[in-house]
C-alpha cells in the first residue's frame, strides 16, 4: 500500500496529471462548466452583493482611505482596493470571488488525489461535495474577508502537502507569501505557522531549508506584525498587534462574570473599578431576560458590539470631552486595558469561564451557526453609501428575485458539521487502534498535519474565537476531506488484511481439504 499511495506522485508530474489524464482533464472541464453555470443561476435569483451591515462598511471604508489598519485585519481591505484598480462593478469582484473559492479547493483535492491512492468512489462524492455546495455561492457573493480567507488556506494547506511530499525552495517560498497574505486577513491565521513547523519537520529536506522554511514565514509575519503595531503605537500611544483581542478578552470575561452571584464577587483594582461598577450595574438591572432578551445569549460578541453595552458606555465616557480622535483611535485605544480586565476576571472566575462561556462555545464549535449568511444583506433593502459609491450603484438600494432574504440552503451544515467533527474523531481513535501508519507513511504524514490543524482550530477557536460557520468554513471543507480519505484508507486496510487472510487459508489448507469440508461438496 505504501507504494501505491504514491504511485501517481512518483510516475508523473502534477501538471500530467490534470491535463494529460484523460479522466481528470474531463473532469476539470466539466468542474469548470459548473462552476460558470452554476454561478450565473445564482446571479441570477441574487444580482447585487450580499452584505454584512458593520464589517462589510468597515472593508470598504477602509479600502476607500487606503487605511494600514483598521478594527478588522487589514488584508481584506488592501484586496478590495488592489481590485478595484481592474474592475469596479461587484458582479465582478464576487464572480472573482467565487471562482477564487473553487479553484483554490480543486487545488486542495486534486493534491491530495495526485499524493493519496483514493477510490474513484471518494473522490467522485467530496468533488461533487465541494462543486456544488451551496455555502461557497454564499461566500463568494459576500463583501467580507471570510471568502478570501477560505481560498488562502486552501492553498496554503495545499502547498504544505507539497512541503511533506515534494518539497523544493520555491514551493517553500511560495507557501511563507501565502502565509503572510492569510496572516493579514484574519486572526485565525496565527496558528498556521505552528502548522507549517510540523509539515518542515515531517518533510526530508536538511535541517539548513527546514530553517529556512520557518525562518522566511516567521520574517515575513514578524515584519506585518511589527508594521502593524507601530501603526497602533502612532494612533493610541500602545504597542499592540490587536485590540480586537483586547474587546473579545473583555467580552468573553463578561459572559462568565454576569453568572456570579453579587455575594460571590472579589474586589477589582482601582484601575478597573469604574468599569467594574458598571458592568455590574448593568448585571443587576439586566436579570429579566424576557425584558432583555440579548441577555439569554452564551458565548456570543453582543458586549463588545452594541453601543448601549458597558464597554462602549466606558470607552465613550472616557472620550466624551475628546472632539479631536477618530473612531478607530478611541476604540483602538481600549485593546490593551481591555485585555487586561478580561484577563483579571478570568483568573478570579476560572470555573464559571469554563460552564458560561468554554462549554457553550465548544458547543457551537461543534455546530457553527450560521449566523449572518442565514439571511441576504442582513435582512436589509438598502446598503450604506459607501458601498452604493464603490461599486457605482444608481443607487443605495438593492434586490433580489427570491421571495425574502431567508437563505435556508445552508441549515444542514451545523448538523453535517457536528457529523464530520464526530467522525473524525472516532476515525482517529480508530485509525491509532490499528497502527494505521504502518501500513503508509505517506498517508500518515499527510493526516498528521490534517489532525493537527483540526485540534489546533479547536482549541483556539473554543478559547478564544467567536464560532460560526463563515469562520469554520475551511476548517469543515478541510475536515471533510480527511474524514472521506480516513474511511477511504481504513476501506483499503480492511482489503488488505482480508487479501492476506485469504491468501494464508489457501497456503496452509490443502486443496482437497477444502473441498472436503465445504458443505456443499
Given at each position: 500500500?505504501?507504494?501505491?499511495?504514491?504511485?501517481?506522485?512518483?510516475?508523473?508530474?502534477?501538471?500530467?496529471?490534470?491535463?494529460?489524464?484523460?479522466?481528470?482533464?474531463?473532469?476539470?472541464?466539466?468542474?469548470?462548466?459548473?462552476?460558470?453555470?452554476?454561478?450565473?443561476?445564482?446571479?441570477?435569483?441574487?444580482?447585487?452583493?450580499?452584505y454584512i451591515h458593520g464589517d462589510s462598511f468597515s472593508y470598504i471604508k477602509a479600502a476607500d482611505q487606503n487605511l494600514?489598519?483598521?478594527?478588522?485585519?487589514?488584508?481584506?481591505?488592501?484586496?478590495?482596493?488592489?481590485?478595484?484598480?481592474?474592475?469596479?462593478?461587484?458582479?465582478?469582484?464576487?464572480?472573482?470571488?467565487?471562482?477564487?473559492?473553487?479553484?483554490?479547493?480543486?487545488?486542495?483535492?486534486?493534491?491530495?488525489?495526485?499524493f493519496y491512492k483514493t477510490g474513484k468512489g471518494m473522490q467522485f462524492l467530496?468533488?461533487?461535495?465541494?462543486?456544488?455546495?451551496?455555502?461557497?455561492?454564499?461566500?463568494?457573493?459576500?463583501?467580507?474577508?471570510?471568502?478570501?480567507?477560505?481560498?488562502?488556506?486552501?492553498?496554503?494547506?495545499?502547498?504544505?502537502?507539497?512541503?511533506?511530499?515534494?518539497?523544493?525552495?520555491?514551493?517553500?517560498?511560495?507557501?511563507?507569501?501565502?502565509?503572510?497574505?492569510?496572516?493579514?486577513?484574519?486572526?485565525?491565521?496565527?496558528?498556521?505557522?505552528?502548522?507549517?513547523?510540523?509539515?518542515?519537520?515531517?518533510?526530508?529536506?536538511?535541517?539548513?531549508?527546514?530553517?529556512?522554511?520557518?525562518?522566511?514565514?516567521?520574517?515575513?509575519?514578524?515584519?506585518?506584525?511589527?508594521?502593524?503595531?507601530?501603526?497602533?503605537?502612532?494612533?493610541?500611544?500602545?504597542?499592540?498587534?490587536?485590540?480586537?483581542?483586547?474587546?473579545?478578552?473583555?467580552?468573553?470575561?463578561?459572559?462568565?462574570?454576569?453568572?456570579?452571584?453579587?455575594?460571590?464577587?472579589?474586589?477589582?483594582?482601582?484601575?478597573?473599578?469604574?468599569?467594574?461598577?458598571?458592568?455590574?450595574?448593568?448585571?443587576?438591572?439586566?436579570?429579566?431576560?424576557?425584558?432583555?432578551?440579548?441577555?439569554?445569549?452564551?458565548?456570543?460578541?453582543?458586549?463588545?458590539?452594541?453601543?448601549?453595552?458597558?464597554?462602549?458606555?466606558?470607552?465613550?465616557?472616557?472620550?466624551?470631552?475628546?472632539?479631536?480622535?477618530?473612531?478607530?483611535?478611541?476604540?483602538?485605544?481600549?485593546?490593551?486595558?481591555?485585555?487586561?480586565?478580561?484577563?483579571?476576571?478570568?483568573?478570579?472566575?476560572?470555573?464559571?469561564?469554563?460552564?458560561?462561556?468554554?462549554?457553550?462555545?465548544?458547543?457551537?464549535?461543534?455546530?457553527?451557526?450560521?449566523?449572518?449568511?442565514?439571511?441576504?444583506?442582513?435582512?436589509?433593502?438598502?446598503?450604506?453609501?459607501?458601498?452604493?459609491?464603490?461599486?457605482?450603484?444608481?443607487?443605495?438600494?438593492?434586490?433580489?428575485?427570491?421571495?425574502?432574504?431567508?437563505?435556508?440552503?445552508?441549515?444542514?451544515?451545523?448538523?453535517?458539521?457536528?457529523?464530520?467533527?464526530?467522525?473524525?474523531?472516532?476515525?482517529?481513535?480508530?485509525?491509532?487502534?490499528?497502527?494505521?501508519?504502518?501500513?503508509?507513511?505517506?498517508?500518515?504524514?499527510?493526516?498528521?498535519?490534517?489532525?493537527?490543524?483540526?485540534?489546533?482550530?479547536?482549541?483556539?477557536?473554543?478559547?478564544?474565537?467567536?464560532?460560526?460557520?463563515?469562520?469554520?468554513?475551511?476548517?469543515?471543507?478541510?475536515?471533510?476531506?480527511?474524514?472521506?480519505?480516513?474511511?477511504?484508507?481504513?476501506?483499503?486496510?480492511?482489503?488488505?488484511?482480508?487479501?492476506?487472510?485469504?491468501?494464508?487459508?489457501?497456503?496452509?489448507?490443502?486443496?482437497?481439504?477444502?473441498?472436503?469440508?465445504?458443505?456443499?461438496?
Amino acid at each position: 500500500m505504501n507504494q501505491e499511495t504514491t504511485m501517481s506522485s512518483a510516475e508523473v508530474s502534477f501538471k500530467d496529471f490534470l491535463f494529460n489524464n484523460k479522466r481528470n482533464r474531463t473532469i476539470l472541464w466539466l468542474a469548470a462548466a459548473a462552476i460558470v453555470i452554476q454561478f450565473a443561476v445564482f446571479k441570477y435569483f441574487y444580482p447585487f452583493a450580499s452584505y454584512i451591515h458593520g464589517d462589510s462598511f468597515s472593508y470598504i471604508k477602509a479600502a476607500d482611505q487606503n487605511l494600514n489598519i483598521n478594527t478588522y485585519p487589514i488584508g481584506y481591505s488592501k484586496f478590495l482596493r488592489l481590485f478595484s484598480v481592474f474592475a469596479k462593478p461587484d458582479y465582478v469582484l464576487t464572480s472573482f470571488q467565487y471562482l477564487l473559492i473553487q479553484s483554490s479547493i480543486l487545488f486542495l483535492l486534486f493534491t491530495f488525489f495526485y499524493f493519496y491512492k483514493t477510490g474513484k468512489g471518494m473522490q467522485f462524492l467530496l468533488l461533487g461535495f465541494m462543486l456544488f455546495n451551496p455555502l461557497f455561492l454564499h461566500l463568494g457573493n459576500l463583501v467580507s474577508s471570510d471568502n478570501l480567507f477560505l481560498s488562502i488556506s486552501c492553498i496554503w494547506f495545499g502547498l504544505l502537502l507539497w512541503i511533506i511530499h515534494r518539497p523544493t525552495i520555491k514551493i517553500i517560498i511560495c507557501n511563507s507569501i501565502i502565509l503572510l497574505i492569510a496572516f493579514t486577513v484574519r486572526y485565525n491565521a496565527m496558528i498556521y505557522p505552528f502548522i507549517m513547523l510540523i509539515a518542515l519537520w515531517l518533510s526530508n529536506l536538511p535541517l539548513r531549508k527546514k530553517i529556512f522554511g520557518l525562518g522566511l514565514s516567521l520574517m515575513l509575519c514578524g515584519i506585518f506584525t511589527s508594521f502593524t503595531m507601530y501603526q497602533y503605537k502612532k494612533l493610541t500611544g500602545y504597542w499592540q498587534f490587536s485590540p480586537f483581542s483586547g474587546w473579545q478578552f473583555a467580552n468573553n470575561a463578561m459572559y462568565a462574570y454576569r453568572y456570579v452571584h453579587i455575594a460571590d464577587r472579589h474586589p477589582v483594582p482601582l484601575k478597573f473599578q469604574e468599569l467594574d461598577n458598571m458592568i455590574r450595574v448593568f448585571f443587576d438591572s439586566t436579570r429579566d431576560t424576557k425584558k432583555n432578551p440579548s441577555e439569554n445569549l452564551k458565548a456570543s460578541s453582543v458586549y463588545m458590539w452594541t453601543r448601549r453595552m458597558p464597554l462602549w458606555k466606558y470607552r465613550n465616557n472616557l472620550f466624551k470631552n475628546d472632539t479631536t480622535s477618530i473612531e478607530l483611535k478611541k476604540w483602538a485605544s481600549m485593546g490593551p486595558f481591555y485585555k487586561d480586565y478580561g484577563i483579571f476576571i478570568i483568573k478570579q472566575y476560572p470555573i464559571y469561564f469554563l460552564k458560561y462561556f468554554i462549554y457553550p462555545n465548544a458547543l457551537k464549535y461543534y455546530a457553527p451557526p450560521v449566523e449572518f449568511l442565514d439571511v441576504y444583506n442582513s435582512y436589509r433593502k438598502s446598503v450604506a453609501p459607501e458601498a452604493s459609491k464603490w461599486f457605482g450603484y444608481d443607487s443605495n438600494n438593492v434586490k433580489t428575485r427570491m421571495k425574502d432574504n431567508n437563505v435556508l440552503v445552508l441549515n444542514f451544515y451545523p448538523i453535517l458539521s457536528g457529523m464530520i467533527n464526530v467522525s473524525i474523531l472516532c476515525l482517529l481513535i480508530i485509525y491509532l487502534t490499528w497502527k494505521g501508519w504502518t501500513y503508509s507513511k505517506p498517508f500518515q504524514k499527510g493526516l498528521t498535519i490534517g489532525g493537527a490543524f483540526w485540534l489546533c482550530n479547536a482549541l483556539f477557536t473554543i478559547f478564544a474565537s467567536p464560532a460560526a460557520l463563515r469562520f469554520q468554513a475551511f476548517p469543515i471543507i478541510l475536515t471533510t476531506i480527511l474524514v472521506c480519505l480516513l474511511t477511504d484508507f481504513m476501506f483499503q486496510i480492511m482489503g488488505k488484511l482480508k487479501t492476506e487472510k485469504d491468501s494464508y487459508i489457501r497456503v496452509q489448507v490443502p486443496k482437497n481439504k477444502l473441498v472436503a469440508t465445504n458443505p456443499s461438496a
